[in-house]
């Protein structure tokens, strides 16, 4: 069956950096996607990975190994706003999202 | 109208009751889902649509339909709700014609069946 596996929960402090895995195994691989979603609110798109290697975009960075079946996203000068949870997702070989259960991140004064 | 709406935002429905959920998107995105989020889960996906007057079901279907009469709307209908539809409900919608097919969500519906 396909898997996406992240912790459920994180702790950090704020100014801090905090990286949070993710590992997959799916049918295909059309691309890794992580979202942000505050309590209470819709998804939101932050960043998508499809070739090995770093993506940075700002205070965010997503990082991709294939081989391994596996990411991370990093996040630095951690702000209190940051406090949400992160949604980790696989595009499979039929181009549908296959979505972990996220991994809900407080962030510490 | 910006992005994607929903709705309505919450509702409470009996048992036995049918409900639309109504979701409308201004992107001209050529695809639109449908998921159901609960607790310790991830997104699960009800039903997806890749372009007008196509559909097609995701991982957990049955109890729900949907149609997509045009590339704007893609309702979501409970024929005769029971408690386990209990959820918060997310449209979606993504160029599937796009480099990277990225899934824009709308706010929610918030659904509790009694």
């Known amino acids: 069956g396909q898997n996406i596996d992240q912790p459920t929960e994180m702790t950090a402090t704020e100014g801090a950096i905090v990286q949070i895995n993710c590992t997959y195994q799916t049918s295909g691989f059309n691309g890794l996607f992580w979202y942000q979603q505050h309590a209470g609110e819709a998804p939101t798109f932050l960043s998508y990975?499809?070739l090995d290697g770093l993506e940075e975009k700002g205070r965010f960075s997503s990082f991709l190994s294939r081989s391994k079946g596996y990411s991370y996203l990093l996040l630095k000068e951690l702000q209190m706003k940051d406090s949400a949870s992160y949604l980790c997702?696989?595009?499979?070989?039929?181009?549908?999202?296959?979505w972990g259960a996220g991994t809900k991140l407080i962030i510490k004064p | 109208i910006a992005g994607i709406t929903q709705a309505p935002t919450s509702q409470i429905l009996a048992a036995g009751r049918r409900m639309t959920l109504r979701c409308t998107q201004d992107?001209?995105?050529?695809?639109m889902y449908w998921y159901r989020q609960d607790l310790g889960l991830g997104l699960r996906l009800i039903h997806y649509?890749?372009?007008?007057?196509?559909?097609g079901k995701g991982e957990v279907p049955d109890g729900y339909s949907v149609s997509r009469a045009n590339t704007d709307d893609f309702p979501l209908t409970l024929a005769s709700a029971v408690p386990s539809q209990t959820s918060v409900y997310f449209c979606?919608?993504?160029?599937?014609?796009?480099?990277?097919?990225?899934?824009?969500f709308g706010p929610g519906t918030r659904l509790t069946v009694l």
């Open positions: 979606a919608s993504s160029d599937r014609d796009g480099s990277t097919d990225t899934q824009y």
């Open positions: 992107m001209r995105h050529n695809a």
């Open positions: 990975n499809v």
């Open positions: 649509s890749n372009t007008a007057g196509t559909t």
């Open positions: 997702a696989v595009m499979d070989s039929n181009y549908q999202l296959i």
